[in-house]
């Protein structure tokens, strides 16, 4: 199996800063990696599929980028509804795995 | 628009069989272009992939290997809905338990979940 990692596990930031996630894959998975936000009680949220390809409806400050084993999430300025917990997938082999996650605290 | 929606009991005793079902509206559990899943959340574990079904020419399933023994998942096309079926459960698969719309395989390999069931927590106890 494809193993994820993730980092930082936790970050506290203020509304209007710039945040990145970083996601590490076990072996290269190409760009097949998507991200997703999750909220207490809540379902995960796509946010980014194919690595760096917005989902429908999701705000332009989220962007994603990376290839191979080493892909970044990044919110350009920090909104309040941006308090979550983020998730990295890899879709490039079966099983699909899962990141530990990255919980965006505020400051 | 898709929507999830799940069922079943939120209390299964140790050794019994877990049964959950997802309904779907707004596509077909036979599209050739989706696969519908069950995923899991737990403290412990994270999020875990199940397992998934889906349609192409003919009816196809992948699951986890560490619950390939114990796992079924069924689609029922005249209900348009598919079901999770876990044996022998034990507390360690306490958890909640999501089913997800799988899509975007031309692009996305196996694809992302893009739709999600709005999640039943399963607590495995006596």
């Known amino acids: 199996d494809i193993q994820m990692t993730q980092s930082p596990s936790s970050l506290s930031a203020s509304v209007g800063d710039r945040v990145t996630i970083t996601c590490r894959a076990s072996?290269?998975?190409?760009?097949?990696l998507n991200w997703y936000q999750q909220k207490p009680g809540k379902a995960p949220k796509l946010l980014i599929y194919?690595?760096?390809s917005l989902q429908s409806g999701v705000p332009s400050r989220f962007s994603g980028s990376g290839s191979g084993t080493d892909f970044t999430l990044t919110i350009s300025s920090l909104q309040p509804e941006d308090f979550a917990t983020y998730y990295c997938q890899q879709s490039y082999s079966t099983p699909d795995t899962f990141g530990p996650g990255t919980k965006v605290d505020i400051k | 628009q898709v929507q999830l929606q799940q069922s079943g009991p939120g209390l299964v005793k140790p050794s019994q069989t877990l049964s959950l079902t997802c309904a779907i509206s707004?596509?077909?559990?036979?599209?050739?272009?989706?696969?519908w899943n069950w995923i899991r959340q737990s403290p412990s574990r994270g999020l875990e992939w199940l397992g998934r079904?889906?349609?192409?020419?003919?009816?196809?399933?992948d699951y986890a290997v560490s619950v390939k023994s114990r796992i079924t998942i069924n689609p029922d096309t005249s209900k348009n809905q598919f079901s999770l079926q876990l044996n022998s459960v034990t507390p360690e698969d306490t958890a909640v338990y999501y089913c997800?719309?799988?899509?975007?395989?031309?692009?996305?390999?196996?694809?992302?979940?893009?739709?999600w069931g709005q999640g039943t927590l399963v607590t495995v106890s006596s």
């Open positions: 072996q290269s998975i190409s760009s097949y």
């Open positions: 079904t889906y349609y192409r020419s003919k009816w196809y399933n």
């Open positions: 997800a719309r799988g899509a975007g395989i031309a692009v996305a390999g196996t694809g992302y979940f893009d739709y």
């Open positions: 194919a690595a760096s």
């Open positions: 707004g596509d077909s559990v036979s599209s050739n272009s989706a696969a």
